[in-house]
């Protein structure tokens, strides 16, 4: 059996390195050499296991049973209601109190072709957890490439019709965690349409609105600066960005979502899926009181999370991709990180 604190590594020839442990699958570091041949970790995080896993509870965690907000924590599926924990305010966030960021996944080396090491990640969660329908079994691969591609493959299948919605909660900083905030980082999303939110909690409102002309358009690339410092009604909600964008023309297949450049580092890094939505959120609450790794601050705006996703309260809202999952049928999902 895995315990909570186990370390796994996987490695490429290109010096490309990816840590994680048991506990939520909680990737801690991703280490990235530039074109000098500099490494930097470009994940936030802390020095010790003792303080991840005392820490912030969505640090590089896998969230489920469903990711994001659902409004009040309420969803209705085949005529019946169903209320899960509301853990943010009156919404459901991230799976729940006791989601799978708070699990002990069993992990495992697995072969597989296209990775040059990958781990399989699994649990089952039971019939009812969080009030969620079914048992509902899970697993995520955790895969390298020597393309220097970090690749989240999910699948589950449950007992009964429920809904899931799983992703990946890591923070970027192409400078090194802790080297200051993301502001400097420009952002490229393949995206023309975002769901705004309606409220200072980032809810969604069930619209889906053009992003051109408002301080969330990156379509086609832009200071993450830009967004920060302007009035925009929508980030000062947040405080910066937690918003989903609509990635264009989805059809299930794998398709770039995102592009994140650091251009004094050198570094790069694309983020592929098959999903319809990914959440750009700029890590608004820290607040810089709390140590990260090298002992320095967990600043406001020190990562943005790319968490490829269905839409928040998607079960609750008919114009917004379906996050049902039949009983039986196989869910699945795939992120891809590539640095360059
Ligand atoms: C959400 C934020 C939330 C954060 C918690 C993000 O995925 O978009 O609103 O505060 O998770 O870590």
């Not at 699958?25 to 995080?45: L, T």
């Not at 967004?227 to 929508?234: G, K, W, Y």
């Not at 890590?283 to 600043?299: A, Q, R, T, V």
Request: glycine residues 10%.
């Amino acid at each position: 059996m895995t315990k909570a604190s186990d370390v796994f590594i996987l490695k490429n020839k290109k010096g490309l390195e990816v840590s994680f442990i048991a506990h939520g699958g909680q990737i801690i570091s991703i280490k990235v050499p530039n074109h000098c041949g500099e490494v930097a970790d470009v994940v936030i995080g802390y020095d010790t296991i003792e303080e991840t896993l005392a820490g912030d509870a969505y640090f590089g965690a896998i969230c489920g049973r469903y990711a994001n907000r659902i409004v009040k924590g309420q969803f209705e599926i085949n005529g019946e209601s169903f209320q899960l924990d509301t853990n943010n305010g009156a919404n459901h966030l991230h799976g729940g109190v006791d989601g799978f960021n708070n699990r002990v996944w069993d992990v495992e080396p697995v072969k597989i072709r296209r990775f040059v090491q990958a781990y399989k990640l699994s649990l089952v969660s039971p019939d009812g957890d969080q009030n969620y329908p079914g048992e509902l079994s899970v697993s995520v691969i955790y895969g390298i490439t020597e393309e220097n591609e970090f690749a989240i493959e999910y699948s589950a299948k449950s007992t009964k019709d429920t809904i899931i919605n799983l992703t990946s909660h890591a923070y970027f900083n192409l400078k090194g965690a802790g080297e200051g905030t993301i502001a400097d980082h420009e952002l490229t999303l393949n995206s023309d349409k975002y769901t705004p939110i309606d409220e200072e909690i980032g809810t969604v409102s069930g619209e889906i609105a053009e992003v051109r002309g408002t301080a969330l358009d990156f379509s086609s690339g832009n200071l993450i600066s830009e967004a920060l410092e302007s009035n925009d009604p929508q980030v000062k909600l947040v405080d910066g960005i937690d918003h989903n964008f609509v990635i264009s023309a989805y059809d299930e297949s794998l398709r770039i979502a995102a592009r994140l450049e650091h251009e004094e580092s050198g570094r790069m890094m694309e983020v592929y899926t098959d999903q319809p939505g990914i959440q750009v959120y700029t890590g608004s609450h820290f607040d810089g009181s709390e140590k990260g790794k090298n002992g320095k601050p967990i600043e406001k705006w020190g990562g943005v999370a790319l968490e490829t996703q269905i839409f928040p309260d998607s079960p609750n809202k008919k114009n917004f991709p379906n996050a049902i999952l039949k009983a039986g049928r196989n869910y699945s999902h795939t992120c891809v990180y590539r640095f360059l």
